[in-house]
């Protein structure tokens, strides 16, 4: 019911930008939390940065003053723009959003609403050195 696409990866050198979009679609009723994760060949899933509905965030201390994080709620849509990249910096970052959907079951059942925690597909960032 529900997914998210990311874009905006790809090439570039030490010291360039790139900017990071996540649209989510389906039947949403509410995001909550939308952010940021990235994960490098042999290491764990880590958390880059968040953004809350209200537009509160925070970030992982070894991107703090080179990222922003920000996200359009009338197009839940997040992004990341990534500036100062280094070379450690290369990995799959994936979109991550906490979702509401409302679902309706068969009566006489009311309608409910769900939670789901929605990732996209990730999209690769490689900064060459």
């Known amino acids: 019911q529900v997914q998210l696409v990311e874009s905006g990866g790809g090439l570039v050198q030490a010291g360039g930008s790139l900017r990071l979009s996540c649209a989510a679609s389906?039947?949403?009723?509410?995001?909550?939390?939308m952010g940021w994760y990235r994960q490098a060949p042999g290491k764990q899933r880590e958390l880059v940065a968040a953004?809350?509905?209200?537009?509160?965030?925070n970030y992982a201390d070894y991107v703090k003053g080179r990222f922003t994080i920000s996200r359009d709620n009338a197009k839940n849509t997040v992004y990341l723009q990534m500036n100062s990249l280094k070379p450690e910096d290369t990995a799959v970052y994936y979109c991550?959003?906490?979702?509401?959907?409302?679902?309706?079951?068969?009566?006489?059942?009311?309608?409910?609403?769900?939670?789901?925690?929605?990732w996209g597909q990730g999209t690769l960032v490689t900064v060459s050195s």
């Open positions: 991550n959003a906490d979702i509401i959907v409302v679902v309706t079951p068969a009566l006489p059942h009311p309608a409910l609403p769900l939670p789901l925690d929605a």
């Open positions: 953004v809350t509905s209200g537009g509160n965030t």
């Open positions: 389906g039947n949403i009723f509410n995001i909550n939390g």
